[in-house]
């Protein structure tokens, strides 16, 4: 608990002594939670714009801690980030996605499945193979499977990252750049990189509806992915009035709580069903 001190240090340093604390007991958790089975995944649908059905699902980590209930990813990935953690989580992500995905396929209902690589894991110099062994492992297609990175982890990639992604092209893994328009402004990397996929961020979704700015980068954006043969999804689509302003921008695919928020595998091959009509 933070104490009223006499003076603006003491107070600064009693608070930051419970960020550390907190920090470090979520560490250690963190830590545990692995073997401790804490994790699961949930499914979010990318719909196609086209035909208004679910072509892909976004595959997000969730941990259960014991005490303090759901923690969200945006506070417990960057902890994760900071040591060779994430690896181990991103593995287990990897291989529960592509379980899961060669079930729906041997199921009759083949869906394909992304997964969010961090700027660590993306550095990683074996990645490409443990992908491979993988996909291997769970019988899954790879064309079944796409990976999102960051444009961040792009920008500051090396030579070696570039190989990775060309492997796992190779092989007909699709690459998807994630959080596009947050991060740098350099394009040509999109040029250099094989990236099948942009996904604008959702908050320029967010502003759509308020015309000005917010569209044109949209339409911008839009304009330079297809003129590079890419196709755009749009994150954080929460009404049918941006679902249809999208659709009749040519965003290829939509993905947001308006069609659904991110569900339990049980829950998916019955949303497989649906059909929106734009
Ligand atoms: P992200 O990759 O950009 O994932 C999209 C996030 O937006 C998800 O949050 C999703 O639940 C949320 N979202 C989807 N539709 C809407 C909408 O219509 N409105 C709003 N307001 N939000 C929406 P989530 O699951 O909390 O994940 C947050 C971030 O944590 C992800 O952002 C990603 O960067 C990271 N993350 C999640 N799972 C993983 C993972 O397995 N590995 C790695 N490396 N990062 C992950
Ligand atoms: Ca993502
Ligand atoms: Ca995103
Ligand atoms: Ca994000």
Not at 67 to 91: C, K, N, Y
């Amino acid at each position: 608990a933070k104490r009223a001190g006499r003076n603006g240090v003491s107070v600064y340093s009693a608070g930051l002594t419970d960020q550390l604390l907190r920090h470090m007991e979520l560490e250690v958790s963190l830590r545990a939670a692995l073997p401790r089975q804490e994790f699961h995944l949930v499914y979010q649908p990318q719909v196609e714009a086209a035909t208004g059905r679910i072509c892909s699902v976004e595959a997000l980590l969730r941990w259960h801690h014991p005490t303090r209930g759901l923690v969200p990813p945006t506070e417990f990935i960057p902890l994760a980030e900071e040591s060779d953690l994430i690896d181990h989580i991103g593995q287990w992500v990897l291989r529960t996605a592509c379980v899961q995905a060669a079930i729906w396929s041997r199921d009759g209902r083949p869906v394909r499945v992304t997964v969010n690589l961090s700027p660590r894991q993306f550095r990683q110099p074996g990645l490409a193979r443990m992908i491979l062994a993988v996909l291997d492992q769970t019988g899954l297609a790879p064309q079944l499977l796409e990976v999102e990175i960051t444009e961040g982890a792009v920008m500051e990639s090396t030579e070696a990252a570039r190989q990775t992604l060309q492997e796992l092209q190779q092989h007909g893994v699709g690459i998807a750049l994630d959080d596009f328009g947050t991060g740098y402004s350099s394009l040509a990397y999109l040029t250099r990189m094989p990236i099948h996929n942009l996904k604008i961020d959702r908050c320029f979704v967010n502003g759509l509806m308020d015309g000005g700015e917010n569209e044109a980068i949209v339409r911008a954006v839009l304009a330079m992915a297809h003129s590079l043969g890419l196709r755009v999804t749009a994150e954080g689509v929460e009404t049918l009035d941006q679902a249809r302003t999208l659709a009749a921008l040519a965003c290829d695919l939509l993905q947001g709580y308006y069609f659904s928020r991110p569900v339990a595998a049980a829950h998916v091959p019955s949303l497989l069903d649906r059909h929106w009509a734009l």
